[in-house]
């Protein structure tokens, strides 16, 4: 039995097997149209019988990337996708960005937000729980089996029990803990929490490539409710090029927004940069921006936001208590309209 599910939207669609890395057939929802290389009989040839038709009209590449559905927002679910390591005057209006520089002015771009601290580990554990690290051994940047360098502190992973999942590149097996080429644990945070461990056995994975694996199984199949998604020390800027980083952000972004929990008004998206330039334990303009349906293109604010903003934002979206310096920061969501 050949099932199809049309994602919700205008524009060109791929219809695709889920076993497949090439599409069937074009279905241009907004014009009535369809063509392409097969008909639509011919994804019956899948060996599974299951097509998905992934969507760029709403929530893929163009001008509708954001800002697609109006109404009141129903973002039930928020995943943070991480980069590394650059201010905000460094990715803003630099040319070997073009698709960063696109995604903020065609969603929301928080012009005024500020990692916490120094060096990255503090950065994403202040983020997933609103308390500050920024002191030792967590600003050694130290791995998880390190001495003193795990914690037991409430989070957001352990606010949302099983419905939550972290995707890291390259990372050798789920929530590994050591340095492994192009992994580095002290940007997966979910492994450090130690009243986490049995679910970050399960639910911290690897990432997976744009056209199979774990991501984008999930992407097709429904996501949790929170997702954190980390590139690998190339890809994030750590230690590849801006190039690099952006093409590996084109390259997903267009996955990620066509699926169906995005173009249903579902889920938002945070794209956010762990720290701008500098050393120490002061604060650094960097990049954040959102990703909604809902979300107008060229939304900009100067208001000042952080990490612990962050924090509130994906904890008041998905119904948890705010933890920690959550609970004084000011929220995004009303902001960019999530």
Known sequence: MLTVLLVAGIGT???TSSHATTPYVSINADKGTLAGPATLTACAGASDGNC????SGGGGTGNSLCGFKVGTPTISKVMVIWEENESASSIIGNSNVPYMNQVATSCG?????????HPSLPNYMGMTSGVSYASSPWTND???NDSGCNTANASIFSQMG???KSYNETMPSN?????SGSYAPKHNPAA???????QCSAQDVPLGSTTSGNLFNDIKNGLPAFTTVTPNLVNDWHDGTAAQADSWLKGWLPVITSGPDYQTGKLAVLLVFDEGGGSGNVASNTYAAWLSPYTKPGTSSATHFDNF???KTIEDLLGQPELGNAKSATSMASTFNL
Do not use: E
């Open 13 to 15: 669609y791929l219809l």
């Open 52 to 55: 998905v038709i992934f969507g």
């Open 109 to 117: 771009y928080a012009n005024n937000y500020w990692a916490y601290t």
């Open 142 to 144: 130290c791995l998880p």
């Open 162 to 164: 099983s419905n939550w």
């Open 175 to 179: 929530c590994y803990k050591f340095n």
């Open 192 to 198: 450090y929490y130690t009243n986490i461990s049995s």
């Open 309 to 311: 903003a962050v924090t």
